[in-house]
């Protein structure tokens, strides 16, 4: 079992091993105090999971409770937020009470919104079941719903309790959604570790866990070490946005057919060609980036062109003034923030699209 811990706002230990379902009762009760819990999982994680982990919960003395949702996306609205929260002050939750989010990212950031406004503010816990999730939506205290103009428009800044990361669940993740984790850890491997890209590049691991909990350990220590500078997003923690100006664009211009890891693949991989032509980068990082997506059967060739990506990543809402900051590698292992105007950003995914 590994455990890193987050100094944020609040201090928090995300833990990393198996089984950690089958004792999440004992490791909760560690962290709260609380009388009651509500566990919000979607009917995947309900069919998988939450037997185990509600019993668990049940035999550390918590009272139990249990809301389910549907897959996907579209479940990160404002109407299932306040389900939630009716559900919760229906049964007289108080404010020492406890969120559980048994799931992948959308589960993670709506429970983790609702923890933030329920009462203004109760504790609740991640239990990532995807490896995206675990290696990025359940660290770093962003949640968020998602708005009719956009994605995560409507969100709050609100630290776990625990994250308690069960490398079991990896056995029963589709192989599909396994890439999209794993085009995170590169993404973390090449702004801030070049040790940690080099083993998902090059070595073979005896277990699928043993991999998994040697990358995704590093790849949430290069997280929490920018949350740590950055908590609220203003300065490094940008870095985490590697590969995402054009990855956001090419999951929009393909109305989300397109997942988001896959997305990001293509992003990181024009940003890096375009950087070395720029001259910004000292090494053309787009060879060994290139040969990993493609060790994994993760195709980073991109469907569209320079000017739609562009019009799609212009009309991010979150985008402020004439500036984008576009993240780049220098090279393998150190990320750096790069600013250009606006009308340059067609002209550099151009360069990143090219031959
Ligand atoms: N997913 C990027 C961040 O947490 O900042």
């Not at 205290?141 to 994605?151: E, Q, R, S």
């Not at 850890?185 to 090059?202: R, S």
């Not at 212009?314 to 923030?337: C, W």
Request: overall charge negative; glycine content about 10%.
């Amino acid at each position: 079992m590994l455990n890193i811990t987050v100094n944020a706002s609040r201090k928090y230990d995300v833990v990393i091993g198996e089984g950690l379902m089958e004792s999440a009762g004992r490791m909760v009760r560690g962290v709260s105090s609380a009388r009651k819990v509500c566990v919000i999982c979607d009917t995947t994680t309900r069919d998988l999971f939450s037997e185990t982990v509600i019993g668990s919960l049940a035999g550390a003395g918590f009272d139990t409770h249990l809301l389910i949702f549907a897959p996907g996306e579209q479940t990160k609205s404002m109407s299932n937020l306040s389900r939630i929260l009716e559900y919760l002050a229906d049964r007289h939750f108080t404010r020492t009470d406890l969120l559980v989010a048994l799931g992948g990212g959308v589960i993670g950031d709506l429970t983790g919104f609702a923890a933030a406004c329920y009462l203004r503010g109760i504790n609740f816990v991640q239990m990532p079941t995807t490896l995206l999730s675990a290696v990025d939506a359940s660290v770093g205290g962003k949640t968020a719903v998602n708005l009719k103009a956009g994605k995560n428009l409507a969100g709050a800044f609100h630290q776990p309790a625990i994250v308690l990361f069960d490398t079991n669940a990896m056995e029963s993740l589709p192989e599909e959604q396994f890439k999209e984790g794993l085009s995170e850890i590169i993404k973390c491997g090449v702004i801030g570790d070049k040790d940690l890209f080099e083993y998902v590049a090059y070595k073979e691991a005896p277990r699928i866990n043993d991999f998994v909990e040697m990358t995704a350990e590093r790849a949430i220590i290069v997280k929490r070490d920018l949350v740590e500078q950055d908590e609220y997003d203003v300065g490094p923690r940008k870095l985490l946005n590697f590969g995402h100006t054009m990855g956001h664009a090419v999951e929009l211009c393909s109305g989300y057919e397109i997942p988001h890891g896959h997305a990001v693949a293509m992003g990181m991989l024009a940003a890096c060609k375009a950087s070395y032509r720029k001259g910004w980068s000292n090494e053309d990082c787009a060879i060994p980036v290139w040969q990993t997506l493609e060790r994994y059967g993760i195709d980073p060739k991109c469907p569209f062109d320079a000017d739609e990506l562009a019009s799609a990543a212009l009309k991010d809402k979150k985008r402020s003034g004439t500036k984008i900051s576009l993240v780049v590698p220098l090279q393998i292992g150190e990320g750096a923030l790069m600013d250009i105007d606006v009308e340059e950003l067609p002209e550099f995914f151009r360069l990143g699209l090219e031959g």
